[in-house]
Nanobody, 127 residues
């Protein structure tokens, strides 16, 4: 079913910024709602942000609201996560995911909503 490939992770100091990218190699990208999740060591995978197929609607976890911005470029088959004012607690492996559903709702915070996942990219924020 093709790959979602994340990039842009790395090591950054607290207060810094990173931009993650997720490229979709095979799907008709604009037909999918896209989301970002993260998983810290010893913790469950948690929702970060989601964006509608057109890019008009977005939805964020409270923990990142005002600091992170999700966006997409359907011409490039890519979704982005701009992360500003990073904190040590943002340290995690970040995953992008694709949902072939049509409804943009709070169910997008549930990882079971998504049909395809990338392999993840590590983000480490030092204090």
């Amino acid at each position: 079913q093709g790959q979602l490939v994340e990039s842009g992770g790395g090591l950054v100091q607290a207060g810094g910024s990173l931009r993650l990218s997720c490229a979709d190699s095979e799907r008709t990208f604009s037909n999918y709602i896209m989301g970002w999740f993260r998983q810290a060591p010893g913790k469950e995978r948690e929702f970060v942000a989601a964006i509608s197929r057109s890019g008009i609607s977005t939805y964020y976890a409270d923990s990142v609201k005002g600091r992170f911005t999700i966006s997409r470029d359907n011409a490039k088959n890519t979704v982005y996560l701009q992360m500003n004012s990073l904190k040590p607690e943002d340290t995690a492996v970040y995953y992008c995911a694709a949902d072939r559903g049509v409804f943009f709702s709070r169910s997008l915070a549930d990882r079971s909503t998504y049909d395809y996942w990338g392999q993840g990219t590590q983000v480490t924020v030092s204090s």
